[in-house]
């Protein structure tokens, strides 16, 4: 989305108590009446103005309408707005590791908790509500904190479960892959599905039986009836320590999932990669000197690994995103204490991106429209791009050119061992899989600036500057 738009931000078009607004690099979000005397009791709350001083809740202040840049029709669908601070790099959890999304779902029960006791609660509880900013996850959808309403449960909390604890369940327990799951369904893994993804002897796991085989129960029985439960829980007395209660059953489920599996094609890269230790010396020298001389705002380093490269970028750039399609691999760079603050780790492929999606393909946008970098790193990724994933190499090369005006590229030979694996018990029809081929596509879009050969010419390092229009 361009710096000047004034339509609303992706992902605020369900948003009936306000809606978000990008211009030229604020962020604006009109509020209904009711949300704006929320938010303005909401400032005045203990809880919220530690949270705030934490960083746990997204930095924001009310905007006055002579200092409110937007347009006079959209000021005038609103109540007031604030102003937030920027998210400098999106994502959504089907991007995120395990542990990010675990990071989110704690400091999702830690909000609740806290609002709780100074009676307000949380009407909503989805991973879209936080995002990753300096490593660290932070609460950006205020509209959702309101008063607690007496009688009434906690509205948020099937949501939860579909959005935060069903996925890190089937993680932990049965050792399947999340983010598939919240990519194919916007709002989550249901509590069917779920039900019909645990077995007998599953209900006998942790978190398993309550949140999963008895909530899907209930739904069934109560689905095809007019009851109205709400109703039902306040009549029967329904108080704000229950929601407490359960919010503790909660955090104490997820705070003791653990993803153990170690299995991974790539996760011990920096034990087995096969440069000798000079050449691997030189690639990280060429990688700061492109970096260090281009300074870029934003990063991308695809196919990152363990994020060795990352680091290296990170010390010269404002945000790295780094992504890569292995999720062991990416999860030890976001757990890796060293790791610099500036870098977003996602689990990304790059022949089957995040797309745009939901609502009119416009609530979830790919991450080509979230962020715009100004370099990209794509190291030893092409052989896995043109032979694993049958993506046509001047197609991956047109691509390239369509993201960053500088680009750090890899060609690995064929006669390298790593693309003899890859060939290995394959038809060889890559006829395109050539380093004359690449340099002539490069060449289209690019002035190549340096090159660097690697293991007597086995590999190259190309640092490419994109042509003028």
Known sequence: MTSGCQQPVSGSFRDREGRVYLHEGRVIRGLSTQALENFRAL??????????????????????????????????????????????????????????????????????????????????????????????????????FEPVKPGEPWVGRRQFCEMFLFPLMLQAHKGVQFQPFLRAAIDGVSV????????????FRRG???????????????????QNVRSDLKAAGFNKELIKANVRKLRKVVDRLEWKDGRSEWGDYTSFHNYSESDHAEKERFVEQCVKECQPGVLWDIGCNTGQFSRIAASHCGQVVSTDIDHLAVERLYRDEARPANILPLVQNVADPSPNWGWRNLERRDLQHRSQPGMVLCLALIHHVVITANVPLAEFVEWLSTLAPELVIEYVSREDDKVQTLLRNKEDRYWDYRQEFLEEQLKKYYHIRETRDLREGARRLYWCHRLPE
């Open 192 to 203: 069917q599905t779920a039900d019909g993804l645990f077995g007998f002897r599953d209900r």
């Open 43 to 144: 400032s005045q709350k203990q809880f919220f103005q530690t949270l705030e001083k934490q960083g746990k809740v997204i930095g924001s202040w009310e905007l006055s309408p002579e200092k409110n840049p937007l347009t006079a029709d959209i000021q005038a669908q609103w109540a007031g707005f604030l102003e937030h601070d920027r998210v400098p790099v999106v994502s959504y959890a089907y991007e995120w590791t395990f542990s990010m999304l675990k990071a989110a779902a704690q400091l999702q029960l830690r909000l609740l908790s806290a609002a709780l006791a100074e009676d307000w609660t949380l009407k909503d509880a989805t991973p879209y509500n936080i995002q990753f900013i300096n490593g660290q996850p932070v609460f950006i959808d205020l509209p959702s």
């Open 208 to 226: 398993v039986l309550g949140n999963v085989w008895l909530q899907a129960k209930l739904d069934r029985n109560y689905s095809g009836t007019s």
